[in-house]
């Protein structure tokens, strides 16, 4: 009877959530540039915002650009495109018809870093996989597509542009970087995880992180991948409207869903990871298309994940015990820290209406919404 | 040369055929959704919608088995429908018992669910829509016989 009940409650709890209501906030003071160390630039799922569509990339390159010349010091600004750089298959091969406007997803981005001062600081552009880059498929094609994706970045990159895949094509990870302000990000590939089915691979990949973690010499940890610890988007099987599917995904049976196997090990592999050693300060990621900031509830979580795979693409956010804030709005976020060891958070979003400017002549929008974006929330995280 | 004649059907063996069609596709669905989430529970998981592939073959095979039956006969058909929904409410139940059993997280219980109630349309549909007018022998308290030998 007790088992009955018990089933009984995950039915009529799984069935439906609540969306998220976003709660009024203290804004954060914006820093000074004299006071910033580092800023990094968390942008994802940007793979469907072409230049001559999405004011978005416009602004972040301002962004980028801003930042680049206020702190004038090589990489002390770095973008970070987490996962799904190039929809909707990754990136075909040359001689397919569809690597044409591949190409000119993926040039989007590398435009909003390439700008004059961003070149000159040596501003980084690093494009981590997703499971689109993957060809949103399995096997060795979707190695192809992820390979292709690498060698135009490394085409951008001998052009001048500061652009690159890490962790390379094909590999796990962690790639570290060691960015002014005692920054270490761990650049990790979560697709490549759920495509493996060599568990000695994968505890290799485990060891290896909690070598950069161990390594870390008091530096503040970033992990950055494209899918996240925690969300509450789709992606955590949560139901907050109508979904075809909904039944399969609260049954896990979406790899890319949190709730399925091969995910599940993901996370139960980071968590062990953490509690050894040091949960990091961020676990930024995207894959779900909003912006999310949740909260660690142990210490084998992350202080604080943030998602931020709300470039092209928006879905809905359910209200759940972690979320601390969250927004459906096109947008990215912007983490900075600070001299002084303190560590800032601002998400930069734009009314929905310029998530894609579809007019016939799209240039007054994108001016129009390159210059709506703004700070729609911002929190000290540390 | 031969010519093949049918009657055209009365208005409602035309409306038989069609409720039988959607209900079978529906019912064809869920059997696919059972079958995707049998294998995701064996370790091979969905990457894409399109990784349904020919598990969603039995959408299509569950109209034309509906449609024939609602054209031949609308009684064998709402009697399949009928003993089917009490049969997918049973193995849900007992599949969510099951699923909590096997595995003490909330997906166990959600495939429990999914694979239970399938298997119990599947069961209690076939019975249903064979059992239809079947005579009970004297002393039986239960007989069906299979439609290809009537």
Redesign the interface.
Same mark, same amino acid.
């Given at each position: 009877m007790k =088992?009955?009940l018990?089933?009984?409650a *995950?039915?009529a709890s /799984?069935c439906f959530t609540p969306v998220y209501v976003a709660q009024p906030f203290t804004p954060a003071p914006p820093p000074a540039p004299e006071d910033v160390a580092a800023v990094v630039f968390l942008v994802g799922d940007a793979g469907d915002t072409p230049m001559e569509r999405s004011p978005l990339v416009h602004r972040l390159r301002e962004d980028v650009e801003e930042w680049s010349a206020s702190l004038r010091t090589d990489s002390a600004v770095s973008v970070l495109f987490l996962g799904d750089n190039v929809y909707p298959v990754g990136m075909r091969d040359r001689s397919h018809d569809g690597f044409e406007p591949d190409s000119a997803r993926l040039y989007a981005q590398v435009f909003a870093v390439s700008g004059p001062e961003a070149r000159q600081y040596r501003t980084l552009g690093v494009f981590i996989p997703g499971?689109h880059d993957w060809g !949103?498929?399995?096997g060795a094609n979707g190695a192809r597509r992820l390979l292709n994706q690498e060698e135009a970045l490394d085409a951008h990159r001998a052009a001048g542009a500061p652009v690159r895949m890490l962790p390379t094509s094909g590999l796990a990870g962690p790639a570290v970087l060691d960015l002014p302000g005692q920054l270490r990000v761990l650049s990790f590939d979560t697709e490549w995880w759920l495509?493996s089915d060599e568990h000695n691979a994968q505890e290799q990949a485990l060891n290896d992180i909690e070598r950069a973690i161990a390594g870390a010499d008091g530096r503040t940890i970033l992990f950055a991948a494209h899918h996240p610890f925690m969300t509450a988007g789709p992606h955590s099987g949560l139901t907050t409207a109508f979904d075809p *599917?909904w039944?399969?995904r =609260?049954? /896990?049976? !979406?790899?890319?869903d949190v709730?399925? /196997?091969?995910y599940k090990a993901l996370l139960n592999g980071l968590s062990s990871v953490f509690e050894r050693t040091e949960a990091p300060l961020i676990y930024a990621a995207g894959h779900d298309h909003s912006l999310q900031l949740l909260a660690g509830a142990g210490p084998s979580d992350p202080r604080w994940t943030l998602v931020s795979g709300g470039a092209s693409k928006s879905t809905p956010v359910a209200a759940t015990d972690e979320l601390e804030w969250a927004s459906v709005e096109p947008g990215y976020m912007r983490v900075v820290i600070l001299k002084d060891g303190g560590v800032m958070l601002y998400a930069e979003s734009a009314p929905a209406q310029y998530l894609s400017c579809t007019n016939p002549d799209p240039a007054p929008c994108i001016e129009a919404g390159a210059a709506a974006f703004g700070t729609s929330y911002s929190r000290r995280l540390r | 040369m031969g010519l093949l004649l049918c009657p055209a059907p009365t208005k409602a063996q035309a409306a038989s055929a069609t409720a039988g069609a959607a209900l079978g596709a529906a019912g064809g669905a869920w059997l696919s959704a059972a079958w995707i989430t049998a294998e995701a529970r064996r370790g091979h998981y969905l990457h894409r919608p399109s990784d349904a592939g020919f598990r969603l073959a039995l959408v299509p095979a569950g109209a034309t088995v509906g449609a024939l039956l609602g054209y031949r006969t609308s009684d064998r058909l709402w009697a399949g429908v009928g003993a089917g929904a009490l049969g997918a409410a049973a193995g849900a139940g007992t599949g969510a018992v099951l699923g909590l059993l096997f595995d003490d997280e909330p997906e166990g219980v959600w495939a429990g669910i999914i694979i239970g109630s399938a298997a119990g349309l599947l069961i209690g549909s076939m019975i249903g829509a064979s059992r239809w007018d079947s005579p009970v022998p004297p002393g039986a308290t239960f007989a069906f016989t299979l439609p290809a030998f009537r």
């Open positions: =088992r009955l018990t089933a009984v *995950i039915v /799984g499971n !949103n498929t399995h495509q *599917i039944v399969l =609260r049954a /896990g049976v !979406n790899v890319q709730n399925s /196997g091969p | -």
